[in-house]
């Protein structure tokens, strides 16, 4: 080996290719889940609060909080899970106290929660009223102490803060003992009038002058949103329920007027009144061509200013206090921010993982590209294995219930919906409708001819034979009758084998769909089949966790030690190594080694719930997980360093190293320390094939206690780093990726870096 390099080193153009972060809690193994992203979440309140006008936006499993105006966001939510202990217990909808910016009232799934100090901390207020699914909080300036809660069950009432509750009666309808309930859909204090108070819900509009002791109803339709104008109270808005558009009242309620414009027609659930200008601003449903609409004038004309908002539904308007052009929408696809009053929008929802991942699929054609199903936000990309993720152009879809890419040509996807199946020919810069199906389930791809596809829908399976163009039925043995697919799968190894799920079994194919066969009877939700091996068949079914078939379904075995009792909702078979499989389960991803005779939970405390596992086709040990209320998670399987000594070295006093170098076809070389090195790095180098193949220096640690890996040389070796911290128990594990043939290496190299257990 080298062992005068120090000039070298110095010379040597220092790319940043990794950081080595050396601060997970102690114990901390190799293998462990990152969340990944996307950005966004179901936003279903957005507030501002806090002494620094903060924002805070209610989630459907969270709440979450911005100091810098929406660039970047934490959880604010310690404490609001207390009757559950898991998420899950929104969404969330939220009010300020008008005279405490840093109190805030939280209703959930759960009752009701109250902050003092800007969401660091929340207790739940108590009360004996059976107060669980709240959908809207209200305060009025003109009576702070008085906090309005719509449920699902009536309308409710604190006039201390919080401390006691009544179900508000006196003319307001009220749900009683084995009666059907009475939802409040939303209520809406007067801002200056403290006893004037509106409510709407499924027994209609009512309205009281006396602070709830007596109401009168002004209309037997309940909108679901209303807006008062601060600066005229009397004039009052409504929208949604069985509205279409957006109402008018000029009256105190007494009459109203339907507002004429392009968005009539079309279903409201956002609406708000900028308190400083009166200007309205109303969010229809994606059908609406503009999305968001404002007026200048009371609702008499409208303006079309949401061209820049994505295809997904509006949840609630916030209107800076102090910088008037400034307003924030919040949505199923998270936080929009516009500097502009509306004019333009701009996402705002960095750092707020809190996505409904409900499909994966990575491109076999360049396992770096990873494309993921957001319900409600569309189809999501990355380049680099899920670091980082970019949103595609809009499919008008909400359900993104599969992905399939072809094999060949990483820009050809497939997204099935419950719209039915799009196509993108470009990497989801464009999308067009493929065919005329109305809902799909799940995509399936034949890995031997690309154009052939099937699409499991509620009316049976379908295939095309034509990339999509067009789908004949494939199967529906009952006609008029619940013909559901669940599942499909075609067979890597035999490609004329294909596999559907339904609630009256398993069916197979052996002549690419033409006739099929029960081979399992009971119900059936996933399945996947061997690569190599196609008479290995698994299922997940009713009848138990996981069931395995090695005659092709003549027989059938349990194989489920390990596993929760709960239904797996995928699963997926490595395909380098075929004894090794993935089930996503809604208590996270459990694994097994040894072809499913036993399991074992992947990546220690990760236990939210998964929908869909998906795997590097390469035969990577990069595994990726669509969670519902978290985005994509992604884990690196690894085995433990290799054998030898660690290298150690004065200028880390501490941490230990090791680096492995491998190319493909050849034995893995531990790599060896260089004695000569310039001041406190570390050296290291490594031969493959009798050449030099790698040379590391690892510099740090910097201030923020991380290391950099720089190069000096790199070819087409993949290169393994471990370190850890005796002392603690740290343990972190990084992989630099191959240079590709013909590829210069540093260009090659730049940005290509894995984090999989940072």
């Known amino acids: 080996m080298y062992r005068n390099l120090s000039r070298f080193w110095r010379a040597g153009a220092a790319v940043v290719l990794l950081t080595l972060l050396s601060t997970l809690p102690a114990g901390a193994g190799y293998s462990s889940w990152t969340a990944q992203g996307p950005d966004g979440g ?8 806090g002494r620094q006008d903060a924002l805070f936006a209610g989630l459907f499993d969270d709440v979450v909080k911005s100091a810098d105006g929406g660039r970047t966001w934490r959880r604010a939510s310690q404490g609001l899970w207390p009757a559950t202990g898991m998420l899950g217990s929104g969404p969330f909808h939220l009010a300020v106290d008008p ?6 009232y939280a209703g959930g799934n759960e009752g009701i929660y109250k902050t003092t100090d800007a969401g660091t901390a929340w ?9 669980r699914v709240v959908l809207k909080v209200a305060i009025s300036p003109a009576a702070p102490r008085t906090v309005w809660v719509a449920t699902d069950g009536g309308l409710y009432v604190s006039r201390d803060a919080g401390a006691t509750w009544l179900a508000v009666e006196g003319g307001y309808p009220v749900s009683r003992p084995r009666e059907a309930a009475i939802a409040t859909f939303d209520v809406a204090p007067d801002p200056a009038r403290s006893g004037v108070v509106y409510a709407s819900g499924s027994a209609g509009l009512f309205k009281t002058s006396d602070a709830g002791a007596h109401w009168t109803r002004l209309s037997a339709t309940g909108p679901y949103v209303l807006a008062i104008d601060p600066s005229h109270p009397w004039r009052i808005y409504a929208a949604g329920g069985n509205l279409l558009g957006v109402l008018r009242s ?8 339907r507002l004429a414009n392009e968005m009539s027609a079309h279903d409201v659930r956002a609406l708000a009144v900028d308190p400083v200008t009166s200007a309205i601003y109303a969010a229809a449903a994606p059908t609406a061509p503009q999305r968001v609409y404002r007026s200048l004038d009371g609702g008499d004309t409208w303006t079309g200013m949401g061209s820049s908002l994505p295809v997904t539904w509006p949840s609630a308007f916030s209107f800076h206090p102090r910088r008037s052009a400034v307003v924030y929408l919040g949505s199923l696809a998270g936080v929009w921010k516009s500097t502009n009053r509306g004019r333009t929008w701009a996402p705002s929802s960095g750092g707020m993982v809190s996505t409904w991942a409900s499909a994966l699929a990575v491109a076999p054609s360049d396992p770096r590209v990873v494309y993921a199903g957001v319900s409600y936000s569309g189809v999501f990309k990355s380049a680099n294995r ?3 993720w970019g949103p595609l152009a809009s499919l008008n879809a909400g359900t993104i219930s599969a992905l399939a890419v072809d094999p060949a040509a990483a820009a050809t996807v497939f997204a099935g919906t419950d719209r039915g199946v799009f196509r993108s020919l470009d990497g989801g810069k464009t999308w067009r409708l493929a065919g005329s199906l109305e809902q799909v389930n799940d995509l399936a791809i034949d890995p031997a001819a690309p154009s052939r596809l099937y699409a499991a829908t509620p009316k049976g399976a379908f295939r095309s034979t034509d990339g999509g163009k067009s789908w004949t039925l494939a199967w529906s043995p009952r006609p008029g009758l619940d013909n559901t697919v669940y599942h499909l799968a075609v067979s890597p190894g035999r490609p004329s084998d294909v596999y559907l799920t339904s609630p009256f079994g398993l069916f197979a194919s052996s002549d690419w769909g033409e ?9 059936v939700f996933a399945v996947a089949v061997d690569p190599s091996r196609p008479s290995i068949l698994y299922v997940s079914s009713g009848g138990g966790p996981i069931t395995k078939s090695t005659d092709g379904g003549l027989t059938w ?4 030690s390990g596993l929760p009792p709960v239904t797996p909702l995928s699963l997926a078979i490595d395909p380098a190594h075929p004894d090794i499989l993935y089930c996503a389960t809604w208590l996270g991803v459990f694994w097994s080694t040894d072809g499913a005779a036993t399991w074992s939970r992947l990546g220690g405390a990760f236990d939210g719930p998964v929908l869909a596992v998906a795997l590097d086709p390469s035969g990577s040990t990069t595994v990726h997980a669509a969670t519902m209320e978290t985005g994509v998670f992604e884990l690196t399987r690894i085995t433990p360093p290799p054998p030898g000594d660690f290298l150690t070295t004065d200028a880390f006093p501490g941490f230990r190293f090791k680096v492995l170098i491998t190319e493909p076809g050849q034995p893995g070389v531990v790599g060896l320390q260089e004695v000569n090195c310039i001041p406190h790095t570390l050296c290291v180098s490594g031969k493959v094939r009798h050449r030099t193949d790698v040379l590391l220096r690892v510099d740090g640690p910097q201030p923020d206690g991380s290391f950099s890996v720089t190069d000096a040389r790199l070819t087409h070796a993949q290169v393994e780093v471990w370190v850890e911290r005796p002392a603690t128990g740290d343990k972190r594990y990084y992989r630099l990726e191959a240079v590709p043939a013909g590829v210069s290496d540093k260009a090659a190299l730049t940005g290509k870096f894995a984090f999989p257990g940072s």
């Open 386 to 388: 899920g670091e980082s």
């Open 99 to 104: 005279t405490d910016p840093d109190t805030l």
């Open 123 to 131: 207790s739940r207020l108590e009360n004996d009223l059976g107060i």
């Open 42 to 49: 179901l936003v279903s309140s957005l507030v501002i609060g």
């Open 250 to 257: 000029a009256d105190d309620g007494a009459t109203w007027t």
């Open 557 to 560: 075995t349990p194989v489920s």
């Open 515 to 523: 006739t099929w066969a029960r081979i399992y009877d009971r119900v």
